[in-house]
């Protein structure tokens, strides 16, 4: 059960004085909620949290996003204290792939490379030869000489993405994002009728109508990067919803949809929610800097075996 906090407490203050004093930085993702996006020392996608978790000369990391991305900022930190708003905050895309079904594929195709997308468990990039992000999935598998046949964990829609863009021939795993699969092409196909020279911009693990509609496919930080570079200004947004903050105030003169009906709309739905990410909240960062946990810890024989693959993605870029 959460501490109940006091209303009249400056948490935003409070925040910037516990971190002075813990010597902590605040790593968030940008599907996390506004307050929390505007409180982080850095605000990135899985990549760029990755790279920045390995530069840090904080004692203590407080990573605001889901389970896998504090895991991964301990695997590369192994000396520094990892704590999350919520230990809850997990992932469907993780839960779908276990580690021992992964190491029964394994078994069964023992010649293929393992490439695993970083929305895993520590256990299951200990399996894995190489992780990616969706920043630079394509770059990863090309790396891999031709001749390697490859399993690719777990999110099919992004593997399905990457062979279009390499030409390779991947075993996929059936893993789908709760989000990215539920946006519905019909929905998008009327808000592109109804706002004449909108955009749709889609994140490569929606499934392949809306990746069809699609005028330009990224990661999150492609996406935002886009939104400020195009000459278009209305985008239809097919991705967590939480990006839309920093759109908004990158190119605050541009107008941005979500590509499901958001809960203003429909209360029902908040399809463009992911329920993991919003479990994080104000109140849980300054509770987790100040009593410093709960803590993400990991057996060091786990953590040697998961940095491997890690490192390999970091390298590539």
Not at 151 to 156: E, G, L, Q, R, T
Not at 224 to 241: N, P
């Amino acid at each position: 059960m959460t501490e109940i906090i006091n209303p009249s407490l400056d948490l935003f203050a409070e925040i910037e004085r516990l971190k002075r004093e813990q010597n902590a930085v605040i790593l968030a993702h940008y599907y996390q909620e506004p307050d929390i996006q505007d409180i982080a020392d850095v605000l990135g996608d899985s990549l760029a949290l990755a790279r920045k978790a390995q530069d840090t000369d904080a004692d203590v990391i407080v990573l605001c996003g889901v389970h896998f991305m504090a895991e991964t900022a301990k695997i590369l930190n192994p000396t520094k204290k990892v704590v999350v708003p919520d230990m809850n905050a997990g992932c469907s895309l993780a839960d779908s792939c276990k580690p021992e079904d992964l190491a029964k594929l394994k078994a069964e195709n023992p010649k293929h490379v393992v490439v695993s997308y970083v929305n895993t468990t520590a256990a299951v990039k200990a399996l894995s030869d190489y992780c990616c992000t969706s920043s630079n999935a394509t770059a990863v598998v090309a790396s891999i000489p031709k001749d390697k046949p490859i399993i690719f964990a777990p999110d099919v829609n992004l593997g399905r993405y990457v062979q279009e863009q390499t030409g390779r021939d991947m075993l996929l795993w059936q893993g789908t994002c709760v989000v990215h699969e539920t946006f519905n092409e019909k929905y998008v196909l009327d808000l592109l009728a109804k706002n004449p020279r909108s955009e749709l911009i889609a994140h490569p693990e929606c499934e392949p109508p809306i990746l069809r509609h699609a005028h330009f496919i990224g990661s999150t930080k492609k996406l935002l990067d886009y939104t400020k570079s195009s000459a278009a200004t209305v985008f239809v947004v097919a991705t967590e919803s939480g990006i839309l903050h920093a759109m908004r105030k990158g190119a605050p003169e541009k107008t941005f949809f979500e590509a499901a009906p958001s809960r203003d709309k429909d209360p029902t739905c908040g399809c463009s929610t992911c329920p993991y990410m919003k479990l994080n909240t104000l109140e849980k960062v300054f509770l987790c800097l100040r009593d410093l946990k709960p803590e993400v810890v990991l057996d060091e024989q786990l953590r040697l075996a998961a940095l491997r693959p890690i490192e390999r993605m970091v390298a590539i870029g």
